[in-house]
């Protein structure tokens, strides 16, 4: 599918962006700032602003996408993508709340991965297989 921009039912001010993974789920995700992830479990996205339909409709487009039983402390400044993503423009960390074990949040992620192809999660699968 490539990594095509995901398309938010809403508009850029309201707090929920849709994006439907490789199975046709839909999953809702609430932007925050990159630099302040939610102490949370879930699954995460480095998102950059893909531009805007015209109908103040933004896009975005997904540079990593990963899961973790707490989010503030995996997606925080340490992150080891996160300094690639903000050069690739990443403004926001898009978090789908998942509480349930980690082979159902990695199900979310692998399906949301299958669906966008972020450029920065094909690195980390080179790198793994190096």
């Not at 849709?18 to 609430?30: C, D, K, N, P, V």
Request: proline content about 8%; hydrophobic content about 45%.
């Amino acid at each position: 599918m490539g990594n095509r921009p995901a398309r938010p039912t809403v508009t850029p001010d309201q707090a929920v962006v849709t994006l439907h993974g490789a199975s046709r789920e839909i999953y809702g995700f609430t932007p925050f700032p990159l630099d302040a992830p939610p102490a949370i479990a879930g699954i995460y996205a480095f998102a950059a602003p893909a531009g805007a339909d015209g109908g103040n409709t933004l896009y975005w487009r997904l540079l990593f996408v990963g899961e973790t039983g707490d989010i503030g402390g995996r997606a925080g400044a340490t992150h080891e993508w996160l300094a690639d993503a903000k050069k690739q423009g990443a403004t926001r960390l898009l978090v789908h709340i998942c509480s349930r074990d980690e082979d159902f949040r990695r199900f979310i992620e692998d399906d949301i991965v299958a669906a966008f192809d972020p450029p920065l999660n094909a690195l980390q699968r080179r790198a793994a297989a190096a």
